[in-house]
């Protein structure tokens, strides 16, 4: 729930921020000598010193990433999947409905674009609220940063890092480029993580040009059907994956509980009194021993 300024001389704490309800995720010092924090708590907090000087509301969700937007303010990405753009006034100056699930990282590039990657499986590139792109990834997007060059260089939880570029003269190989198309055509992707409102339509639909990049299709084959985003670049519709009815590994299923996320939390109830309210349990998949022979005793003893 704190954030420490460290003195690189010394390596000593010079300060504690103390003001956030939950963990503080993300921080971003300013030019300033002020420090803007993000934190599970759903809140951004601005201080000078120690003193916490103007708290931005607005995310629906935990605050995960922060980044400088020179000449304006910051923007900042959450596990709402929305980008908010700020000024450090205090004023929110755009909402842009980014991810369909967490978002984790951002980067603002020297034109002051955004790119934004989550854990819906995408690097986006944004120019204000309009989609430039959308780039695929076998598993979520963790981290991004760019090259000197303009490149951008993503980190997914498949274990790669990925270099993407709108140079052709340093594009991979078409080889490259069509065995990677099929990895991410080859995913399944459980139905709970699928937009809500979607509907499955025919084969047919993808004869139709998208509305903006990164719209997503989802289209009949036989009896299952795959999801499809179009590719505003190539100007066509590209599969990534095929939909099915495995709730795991998407981040749409986790929960929340004091700032730490969850596959699942149960009520635990310690008495029959019907006013104990109990206590609430975090465990994820693969964790439900450590759980029970751990978590449980540390409670009840």
Known sequence: KTARVWDIASSESVYVLRGHEEGVWAVLPLADGGVLTGSADKTIKLWRGDQC????????????????????????????????????????????????????ALHVTP??????????????????????????????VWSVAQLPNGD??????????????????????????????????????????????????????????????????IVRNGEGADAYIWNSVEGRWTKIGSVTDNAGGGGGGKVMLEGVEYDQVVDVKLTDDPSDP????????????????????EVLR
């Open 278 to 297: 109990g206590l609430k349990l975090g465990f994820n998949q693969g964790g439900l021993r450590t759980l029970l022979t751990k978590t449980w005793s």
């Open 111 to 140: 034109g002051s674009q955004f790119v934004s990657g989550g854990e819906d499986k995408t690097l986006k590139v944004w120019n204000g609220g309009q989609c430039l792109a959308t780039l695929s990834h076998p598993g979520s």
């Open 152 to 217: 951008l260089v993503s980190g997914c939880s498949d274990g790669m890092v990925r270099v993407w570029t709108s140079n052709p003269d340093r594009t991979a190989s078409t080889e490259v480029l069509e065995a990677y198309e099929v990895q991410i055509a080859a995913q399944t992707i459980p139905s709970q993580t699928i937009p809500a409102g979607l509907k499955v339509e025919e084969e047919e639909a993808l004869s139709l040009p998208g509305a903006r990049d990164g719209e997503t299709k």
């Open 53 to 104: 000087v103007h708290t931005y509301t607005g995310h629906e969700d935990a605050v995960r990433a922060l980044a400088l937007l020179p000449g304006v303010g910051f923007v900042s990405t959450a596990n709402d999947g929305a980008i908010r753009l700020w000024a450090l006034s205090g004023e929110c100056l755009q909402v842009i409905p980014a991810h369909e699930s967490y978002t984790y």
